[in-house]
């Protein structure tokens, strides 16, 4: 799953380097995971725009001049606490949606098995999107 990702957002890096659209958002409870957090910087560094809706733990640092200019972390309560997981990925105009069961964190990508699901129904896609 952990290889997964970093796939999902090395290939936003390269669509930003090739000047295509190239933007991630992840709706997760806890990012806390080394390597996807230097991903995620090497992507916002190449142009990728993201944004993070985070419930608990968040270990990337926003606002570094140079690293981390184009991320935006935000914590969301209420009626959006439950602990769906979400992650979109621009993927050059032909967006992909998925959600699963891990956050990301080492235990969660490195230790357990976990799922991880294409939303492919287009309105099913939207309403996912809009969560």
Same mark, same amino acid.
């Given at each position: ?78 009626? @959006? ?7 979109? @990925? ?42």
């Amino acid at each position: 799953l952990k290889d997964k990702f970093l796939a999902l957002i090395r290939r936003e890096t390269s669509n930003a380097k090739d000047g295509k659209n190239a933007r991630i958002t992840a709706k997760i409870n806890s990012l806390c995971d080394m390597d996807i957090i230097i991903a995620l910087y090497e992507a916002s560094m190449a142009g990728v725009k993201i944004d993070l809706i985070i419930r608990g733990i968040c270990c990337l640092k926003t606002c570094i001049p140079g690293v981390s200019e184009n991320i935006t972390v935000r914590s969301i309560v209420g009626r @959006f606490l439950e602990h769906s997981r979400i992650f979109y @990925f621009e993927n050059a105009g032909n967006p992909e949606l998925y959600c699963g069961s891990a956050d990301w964190m080492p235990r969660n990508l490195e230790r357990r098995v976990e799922i991880l699901f294409p939303i492919e129904e287009p309105d099913l896609k939207d309403r996912v999107y809009h969560i």
